[in-house]
């Protein structure tokens, strides 16, 4: 932990350093109302305006910082957190519904979005009249905000809180075979069985036609319709991002090919460890077996999960010898059991942070991950959205997470896995050597934003960098023309042959009736 404090205080001062005279003018947009997702954007928009450059950024959790004397952020949060209920986005992500019926779900908040953030007035006046020299803009499969980019005729960069959609990494050049990696939401990678590669492969193919079809034509629409009729078409804006940052760590993502221009972040959101709130660290302390830390993070909230889980859980629990820490967003929790402690809000990396802490009961969230991994708490993972199925299945491999699928689980199940990641060591070793494999990095991941961030701005765009898998077209890339020419040759080839063949059987058929 010295270590960790250490590298931030090397942060507060080397990294946060004024550039002199070249400071930039950058605009940031995070549409997704969401605390996981924005507790990776908000570093970067704090970093940038600490190191001097003047950022405003468009978002519904503004840092809401007055020492940030070079940061303007203009608040979304009613307007979007209104659309991110009324979609229900926690329900129809469910992980038992099938893919196809996400993306267009997405795809149909996000429209919405663009109409609240583009038609924000304050937000109008600033893209209307104002000039910048780098765009940072969250990409959550739609690609809409892009089109700022060829408006304000500035370089941009895509930003997300977890790895890229199959459409990103297209969009960006990503050689994306669906034999090795399908969608973030279907969770196969690396090894696939024939199902799963056929699964992976029509998916693939279902979602360049949803996106070339209809996705990307709506979305173009829309851009048009706030920042005029002129744009370049957006499919066409949008392999033109200058770079996209994901949270796409390789040890807990299986490694894949990238361009030179995707860039890998993770850990964004860590802090340095504080100390408990005295109510919290009292309770924490007295549990004599340990404390059970158990959330579902922010987009799953525990009030929402089935009625049949929920009493499971509970009867679990109550058979535990541990006392429960719950992140419940409710006043009253019927039929509690006497060693749950329940609180609207926790301070979680702080309670990950405990020595008191044994278990860490997830949803698998990303950013809830990359805290036990920080924190180096083993986890119980119930996933239900989203990811999280892909992370849970990708940490109980390595060994630092005991998997339950909710759909199925039994109490006995539930129970057993707390205890049995509580008191085996080999959970928490585990965890330890996982935290030391990401964590080994030459650059941070705040550090790589702001490298990034200002090689874009300084080359006016990373135009020098465009892979040529960005512009190819698909036959070309998967090599249909050269494939269609070699067999058209080996057929033409086959009939000579057959016709020499022919005629020479002929010939001697003659050559024998003459003699
Ligand atoms: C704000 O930006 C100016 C100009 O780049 C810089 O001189 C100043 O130190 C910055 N202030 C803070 C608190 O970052
Ligand atoms: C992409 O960028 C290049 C160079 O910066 C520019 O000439 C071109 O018009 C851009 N295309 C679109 C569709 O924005
Ligand atoms: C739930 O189903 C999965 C596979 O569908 C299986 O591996 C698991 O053992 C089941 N769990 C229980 C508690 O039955």
Request: hydrophobic share 40%.
């Amino acid at each position: 932990m010295q270590y960790k404090s250490f590298i931030f205080l090397l942060l507060s001062i080397e990294l946060y350093v004024l550039p002199g005279n070249n400071a930039a003018r950058i605009l940031c947009i995070f549409q997704m109302p969401a605390v996981s997702h924005q507790a990776t954007f908000k570093p970067i928009s704090r970093a940038l305006s600490l190191r001097g450059h003047e950022v405003i950024a468009v978002t519904p959790h503004p840092i809401n910082d007055p020492t940030l004397v070079n940061l303007t952020e203009i608040d979304t949060s009613r307007a979007t957190y209104e659309i991110i209920l009324r979609h229900g986005f926690e329900f129809f992500m469910s992980k038992e519904l099938p893919v196809q019926s996400k993306i267009p779900k997405i795809f149909a908040m996000y429209y919405e979005f663009a109409h609240v953030i583009l038609g924000n007035e304050q937000f109008k006046k600033i893209y209307q009249e104002q000039h910048f020299d780098l765009i940072i803009s969250q990409i959550y499969i739609s690609p809409i905000m892009f089109a700022l980019s060829a408006k304000l005729n500035t370089p941009i960069i895509g930003v997300s809180s977890m790895g890229g959609w199959s459409g990103t990494h297209v969009a960006a050049g990503n050689p994306n075979p669906p034999a090795l990696y399908s969608e973030m939401f279907l969770h196969y990678n690396g090894d696939l069985t024939f199902y799963e590669r056929l699964k992976s492969t029509l998916y693939f193919l279902w979602s360049r036609f949803y996106i070339y079809f209809i996705a990307m034509p709506k979305c173009d629409a829309i851009a048009r319709k706030f920042l005029g009729p002129d744009l370049p078409y957006l499919a066409d804006i949008e392999r033109n991002v200058s770079a996209y940052f994901l949270n796409i760590n390789p040890i807990l993502y299986t490694p894949r090919p990238m361009v030179p221009t995707v860039v890998p972040l993770s850990f964004m959101h860590i802090q340095p460890k504080k100390d408990l709130p005295e109510d919290i660290k009292q309770e924490v302390e007295s549990s004599k077996n340990g404390v059970i830390y158990f959330s579902l993070g922010s987009n799953v909230k525990s009030i929402n999960i089935p009625q049949r889980v929920r009493n499971l859980l509970m009867e679990a629990f109550s058979e535990l010898p541990y006392k429960i820490l719950w992140k419940f967003e409710n006043e009253e929790l019927p039929g509690k059991p006497a060693n749950v402690i329940i609180r609207k809000w926790l301070p979680q990396q702080d309670v990950l942070a405990h020595s008191n802490v044994k278990v860490f009961v997830s949803q698998c969230g990303l950013q809830s991950t990359e805290e036990a991994i920080d924190r180096e708490i083993p986890m119980v993972g119930i996933p239900f959205i989203a990811d999280q199925e892909m992370n849970g299945i990708r940490l109980a491999k390595w060994g630092v997470l005991k998997y339950i699928d909710y759909l199925n689980t039994t109490k006995e199940e539930l129970k057993n896995a707390i205890i049995e990641v509580a008191e085996n060591p080999i959970y928490r070793e585990n965890m330890k050597k996982l935290k030391k494999l990401m964590q080994d990095e030459p650059m941070t991941g705040i550090e790589k934003v702001i490298w990034w961030a200002e090689y874009t701005i300084r080359h006016k765009g990373t135009r020098h960098l465009r892979s040529p898998t960005v512009d190819i077209e698909w036959y070309k890339y998967f090599l249909l023309d050269v494939f269609g020419i070699l067999i058209l040759g080996v057929i033409c080839l086959g009939m000579l042959v057959r016709m020499l063949i022919k005629c020479y059987i002929k010939d001697k058929k003659g050559k024998v009736k003459k003699s």
